[in-house]
């Protein structure tokens, strides 16, 4: 049985979804200080912080666990160069706790989600895992650390692990009863499409000065359940004895945020009215992934290349949003 920590989040929510419907046994851990009771269906969730060793305890002994999947974190980067001690806190001392409790109850598979602020700003693109890690805020310092934790938990006590770095995860499940909720609300393609919907009046660019052909800024989009099965394919080879590793996870391919807008504005059929204001610090102009270590050893194939069917999945949750 796989425990999913965050699973009534974004990414950990689909990724529950994607091995239920392969009627895979998980169950979700969740603070829901972030999560959606809607976004996790009809397996088991219990309500509690992964940094409190007691629930932890109880779930150990309750579950057959062999494997966690583990999404629980905050991902506001923002929020992380304001309020560090709430990074290192939730993202690293936690992750400790659960490390510890694994190892205690000899649950030896792990899945981190990493992530490409670990790379900091880039020094060549595409990106790939020999990229220098050289974050350059609280929160990729946070899933930096882990990544040195984890590494040292090998070494030592023998735990298996990937660690996944995500580019920008961004779409929905295609029948749309999940979908991406987060509040406050930081995505692009989100952002955009609450714009398209109506539900603001207008979004900013922030930048349209950088080396780019357009100005505005370049990333990577890959879609959630294409990172569902990217985790579910490094459980199996960690299940099957494969080595510790860690992964780039992208759609290879770049996009800048006029081009997302365009395409936002194409599969929604409205305007999105547009203010340009100042760069954010920290933002590099462009990151884009090199996954084909991931290809290579996990055998991953992203399903949902095209970016109008990423944001068609998004636009059909936002227009029938369930939470
Ligand atoms: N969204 C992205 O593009 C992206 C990119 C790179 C990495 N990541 C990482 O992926 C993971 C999931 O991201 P997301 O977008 O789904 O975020 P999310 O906020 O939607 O989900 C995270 C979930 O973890 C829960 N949580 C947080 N701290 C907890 C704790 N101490 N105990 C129990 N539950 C806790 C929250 O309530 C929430 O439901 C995070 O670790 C994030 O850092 C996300």
């Not at 080396?211 to 990577?220: F, K, L, M, S, Y």
Request: glycine share 8%; net charge negative; with cysteine.
């Amino acid at each position: 049985m796989i425990l999913v920590t965050g699973g009534a989040g974004y990414i950990g929510s689909h990724y529950v979804l994607y091995e239920r419907n392969r009627g895979n046994k998980v169950v979700v851990l969740d603070s829901m200080v972030y999560g959606h009771r809607g976004a996790v269906k009809d397996v088991p969730l219990v309500v509690g912080d992964m940094g409190d060793r007691l629930t932890l305890d109880r779930l150990f002994n309750k579950y057959p666990i062999d494997a966690v999947v583990h999404f629980a974190a905050f991902a506001y980067v923002g929020e992380s160069v304001t309020d560090p001690e709430k990074y290192y806190n939730n993202n690293v001392r936690s992750t400790l706790s659960l490390l510890d409790a694994m190892r205690q109850y000899g649950v030896r598979n792990f899945i981190f989600s990493s992530s490409c602020a670990t790379y900091g700003n880039p020094k060549y693109v595409p990106m790939d895992e020999k990229h220098p890690q050289n974050p350059i805020n609280p929160y990729g310092e946070s899933k930096f650390f882990c990544e040195k934790i984890m590494n040292a938990y090998d070494k030592a006590y023998g735990l298996r692990y990937a660690a996944l770095r995500y580019f920008n995860a961004s779409g929905s499940d295609p029948d749309g009863n999940i979908g991406e909720s987060h509040d406050p609300e930081t995505h692009l393609i989100p952002i955009a499409l609450q714009v398209a919907s109506g539900m603001r009046d207008k979004m900013t660019i922030f930048g349209d000065d950088y080396d780019t052909p357009d100005g505005t800024c370049i990333r990577d989009y890959i879609h959630v359940l294409d990172l569902a099965q990217a985790h579910s394919l490094a459980l199996e080879r960690l299940r099957d004895g494969g080595e510790s590793s860690y992964y780039n996870l992208g759609s290879e391919t770049g996009y800048s945020v006029r081009e997302i807008i365009n395409v936002c504005e194409k599969v929604s059929g409205k305007a999105i009215p547009v203010e340009m204001g100042p760069r954010r610090e920290g933002d590099p102009p462009r990151l884009v992934a090199s996954s084909a270590k991931a290809k290579r050893e996990l055998g991953w194939e992203p399903k949902y290349t095209d970016i109008e069917a990423i944001i068609r999945h998004a636009w059909n949750w936002e227009t029938n949003r369930k939470y």
